[in-house]
């Protein structure tokens, strides 16, 4: 089974940053097309940030500028770094990763305070 923690979520004032960091377990794969999603109040879940099998970067047109998503596969590892963060960012935070089929981590709470 392959699991999916997020941490580095928390309390932040409106312009802060924060990195998020998720781990991958249960797998000897090299991540594949890793993203990460977030869900703010009263909306669906979306998607914030993601790489492609092509190795490019794509980013939610609300982020761009002020997200970056990067990976380090020795360690299983994949992180959003969020900088200049509005109130509008506030939501829950989920990693992904597709082995398969997709595997989603259990999500860490961003609540930007103005």
């Known amino acids: 089974q392959v699991y999916l923690v997020e941490s580095g979520g928390g309390h932040v004032q409106s312009g802060g940053s924060l990195r998020l960091r998720c781990v991958v377990s249960g797998t000897n794969c090299k991540i594949t097309t890793p993203a990460w999603y977030r869900q703010t109040p009263g909306n669906e879940r979306e998607l914030v940030a993601n790489?492609?099998?092509?190795?490019?970067?794509n980013y939610a047109d609300s982020v761009k500028g002020r997200f970056t998503i990067s990976r380090a596969n020795a360690r299983n590892t994949m992180f959003l770094q969020m900088d200049n963060l509005a109130s509008e960012d506030t939501g829950g935070y989920s990693c992904?990763?597709?082995?398969?089929?997709?595997?989603w981590g259990r999500g860490t709470h961003v609540p930007v305070s103005s």
């Open positions: 992904s990763v597709f082995l398969l089929r997709a595997f």
């Open positions: 790489i492609s099998s092509g190795g490019s970067s």
